[in-house]
């Protein structure tokens, strides 16, 4: 399994980014998978979550702001960022659960087993 994050980069407070996560093979569709956020010196966090038949779970310092979401046709996670803020910069990873009886969205790094190499957002402010 490889995944492969894209479209980070440097905005101000306010601006919107737009991150994808090329998976290989079917997955997906088939699986979970989240986005994650590592600022520096910090844990890596969850952000979102989605599952298999669509359900989602944010972090509460995110809800309403960014939406994940999954194009099974084209095997691609995104992560809708609007109205950004500094606290919001970091490292984010995209991350892929092969465990098929994973019913329930989870932003723990625990239950997920395959991660990208990860994209850099930056918010000035």
């Known amino acids: 399994v490889q995944l492969v994050e894209s479209g980070g980069g440097s905005v101000q407070t306010g601006g919107s980014l737009r991150l994808s996560c090329a998976a290989s093979?079917?997955?997906?569709?088939?699986?979970?998978m989240g986005w994650f956020l590592q600022a520096s010196g910090d844990e890596r966090e969850g952000v979102a979550s989605?599952?298999?038949?669509?359900?989602?779970t944010y972090a509460s310092s995110v809800k309403g702001r960014f939406t994940i979401s999954k194009d099974s046709t084209e095997n691609t996670l995104y992560l809708q960022m609007n109205n950004l803020k500094p606290e919001d910069t970091g490292m984010y990873y995209c991350?892929?659960?092969?465990?098929?009886?994973?019913?329930?969205?989870?932003?723990?790094?625990?239950?997920?087993?395959?991660w990208g190499q990860g994209t850099q957002v930056t918010v000035s402010s």
């Open positions: 991350a892929l659960d092969l465990d098929p009886s994973t019913l329930t969205p989870s932003l723990s790094p625990l239950h997920y087993n395959y």
């Open positions: 093979g079917s997955t997906a569709s088939k699986y979970a």
């Open positions: 989605i599952v298999s038949d669509g359900t989602t």
